[in-house]
């Protein structure tokens, strides 16, 4: 039968991936996205952010960013998995308005990302883009559609009604979380991957925090009861809050997390997961499926990048 042998969580965004310059630039893009409310937030809050934004502070965080994902490197690596199962959310990059499952499951055997052009990039996004996506030649991300398959049919008969993808639609590249995963925590070392795909984003369709974990839960017993014999990883891709970042949000959720207390995620306030903070969903949908491991390593940094307050609250951590 196949194992879950490690569980990893790991937030994607670029900040990750940002030395101290470039978080400036974030910020610039931040005044971009109306969902910030950027110069009304910053004349509240500028005077208790000060001490946030020194970009000496940025680099040692951006270094301690570094330090986490090749610690998650070598916990993947040393677990020699045959398949990961990337728990991510799709930000209209597979999926369009045709249809945005609430839950999804890629059971195909191959997804492709093409190359990007770096002037359609915003300029922050451009020093970065190396830990998204390629921008040269397409790369192939091989997929595991046997296990694939017998997730969908085990997730149907455990009460969820998971949505099939087999086919890619041409020019649709796959999305950042999953791309990450290979270009950041395996150091672009290939291994056949399952998407699990969880609506973070898009109502009026999201999950509820108590169905993710539910969710979980059922996806790690399909797994298990695949009859191959294979060394399976977890991982959830994206989150914790952003682009307002809330550290009390996060602390919440890192006490539930740590202390594998399931009604503590199940019960988080819906309305906190406004915008991209939904990632979180992708954290309890994994801690969910990797119940009866426990956290043996985190690490939280509050990434403010600007006077409003924007920025991520990158987190790492392993299951075990």
């Known amino acids: 039968m ?4 490690l569980g990893i969580g790991s937030s994607h965004s670029p900040q990750v991936s940002s030395p101290a310059e470039v978080w400036s630039m974030h910020a610039d893009r931040d005044r971009l996205n109306p969902e910030t409310n950027f110069e009304v937030r910053s004349q509240e809050l500028a005077a208790t952010l000060e001490g946030h934004l020194d970009p000496k502070l940025w680099q040692e965080k951006y270094e301690m960013c570094n330090v986490a994902v090749n610690h998650l490197n070598k916990e993947i690596l040393a677990a020699d998995p045959d398949i990961l199962v990337v728990i991510g959310d799709d930000q209209e990059e597979l999926f369009m308005n045709e249809a945005k499952p609430t839950f999804g499951v890629f059971n195909g055997t191959e997804l492709k990302d093409f190359p990007v052009r770096l002037d359609d990039l915003h300029p922050s996004l451009r020093p970065v883009i190396w830990a998204w996506h390629t921008t040269e030649e397409t790369d192939i991300y091989p997929t595991e559609s ?26 649709r590249s796959i999305g950042h979380a999953y791309t990450f995963v290979r270009r950041r925590l395996l150091s672009n070392k290939t291994i056949p991957m399952v998407p ?33 014999d294979k060394r399976v990883v977890i991982i959830g891709s994206g989150g914790l809050s952003h682009f307002k970042l809330d550290e009390k949000l996060d602390e919440v959720v890192i006490d539930g997390l740590k202390r594998g207390d399931a009604e503590v995620l199940k019960s988080i306030p819906r309305e906190k997961l406004e915008g991209a903070s939904g990632e979180i969903l992708n954290w309890i949908v994994a801690a969910g499926a990797l119940e009866d491991k426990k956290i043996d390593y985190l690490e939280y940094v509050a990434g403010y990048r600007s006077p409003a307050g924007t920025g991520v609250g990158m987190t790492f951590a392993v299951w075990k």
């Not at 196949?2 to 042998?5: D, L, N, T």
């Open 146 to 171: 046997g296990l694939g398959n017998h997730i969908i049919e085990q997730m149907m008969l455990d009460g969820f009604d998971v949505s099939q993808s087999t086919t890619q639609v041409e020019g």
């Open 2 to 5: 196949a194992k879950i042998v």
């Open 196 to 228: 699990i795909f969880v609506n973070c984003f898009f109502p009026p369709n999201k999950p509820t925090p108590a169905r993710c974990y539910e969710f979980g839960k059922a996806l790690g017993k399909a797994i298990e009861s695949w009859g191959e």
